[in-house]
């Protein structure tokens, strides 16, 4: 039986994707929480807490859209052209976000706040529109042949814009348990008291979603809800629960410090298995597979060697980065 090279790239892609997500995503739910703390010191603890990584986190977004492009340019040529608008401005969130990253620091205190309010717009335009791009892919593209059929508006529906609701309240959960983490005194009891009521509305957007999506799509409730399916996906929403519960727990014990964060992630893992199983196992719902998508077997074997040896790199580097910069962020430190 020989190798299938195309679910080892689909693998290669979930993970860089999932690795994106856990993050960027709480980099970028500290500029979706500023808008929470106006005292200066404080916004540069925030700031300084991602500063050593911030940048690093995107590695893993530009690897899944070269994987995308080289091992499934079918799914690419699909997903840019449904999804042009939304990915242009998620771009331009992103480098706005990253050049008031970097302004707010050189600039005069009278000019910081214009950077402050372009750290927040661009983090909040970011996450959005990667929420539309996650609600897009569980609605499905309209392809004929091999080409995209749709409207350049099409990704403009109500589900879309609440999955990028969804997400920036996830993000902005991901930032407060990081500096449940990473902070101490006032910004961390505030930071606790905004984690609770964040995983309330998270829960929330994860039950709207959880139910919006087999009423309007047949195919994705007959795999949730149908038998045998049913008993082999229930821990899914069950470890939804538990972790839940303890997350609750673990955010009222003022010792816990690491814990919110981790349960954090397991969160994010849950949800992003939901969407797996949900689509699986098209790469351009509802028809096209990951291997009708493919690229050719020795193309993406030539990739893969690359892959092999960049990814241990790529992973090595941010062990390092997070190792060196852990521990409590101190007022004054950091980024300058």
């Not at 727990?249 to 981790?262: A, C, D, G, K, Y």
């Not at 699986?280 to 690359?306: E, R």
Request: net charge neutral; charged share 10%.
């Amino acid at each position: 039986m020989g190798i299938d090279l195309s679910l080892i790239w689909f693998v290669i892609i979930v993970f860089a994707t999932l690795m994106y997500i856990v993050m960027d995503g709480f980099d970028l739910g500290i500029g979706i929480l500023f808008p929470a703390i106006q005292d200066a010191d404080d916004r540069d603890v925030m700031v300084n807490s991602v500063a050593p990584v911030w940048d690093g986190n995107e590695t893993w977004l530009v690897l899944g859209g070269a994987a995308l492009f080289g091992a499934f340019p079918l799914a690419y040529a699909v997903i840019i052209d449904a999804l042009t608008i939304p990915l242009t401005l998620m771009l331009l969130g992103l480098i706005f976000r990253g050049v008031a990253f970097e302004f707010r620091f050189k600039a005069t205190p009278a000019h910081r706040p214009f950077w402050d309010k372009a750290f927040v717009g661009g983090s909040v335009l970011a996450t959005f529109t990667q929420g539309i791009v996650v609600g897009a892919v569980i609605n499905g593209f309209e392809v004929t042949g091999r080409a995209y059929s749709g409207g350049a508006f099409d990704w403009f529906t109500p589900f879309n814009l609440f999955c990028g609701l969804g997400l920036v309240i996830a993000y902005a959960f991901l930032g407060a348990t990081w500096l449940v983490m990473k902070s101490e005194n006032p910004l961390q009891v505030r930071m606790r008291q905004a984690s609770k009521r964040l995983l309330l509305a998270l829960l929330g957007i994860i039950a709207v979603i959880s139910l919006w999506t087999p009423l309007a799509q047949p195919a994705i409730a007959a795999r949730w809800f149908s038998l045998p399916n049913l008993f082999f996906l229930l821990p899914v929403p069950l470890l939804v629960v538990v972790l839940s519960l303890w997350q609750w727990r673990s955010l009222n014990n003022p010792n816990s410090h690491h814990l919110p964060f981790i349960l954090t992630l397991g969160l994010v893992f849950l949800g992003f298995s939901g969407l797996g199983i949900s689509i699986w196992p098209h790469i351009i719902p509802p028809s096209i597979t990951l291997w009708q998508a493919a690229a050719p077997p020795q193309s993406q074997g030539f990739m893969l060697v690359g892959a092999l040896f960049i990814i241990p790199i790529i992973l090595v580097y941010t062990f390092w980065s997070y190792y060196v910069f852990r521990g409590k962020v101190q007022p004054g430190e950091g980024y300058h």
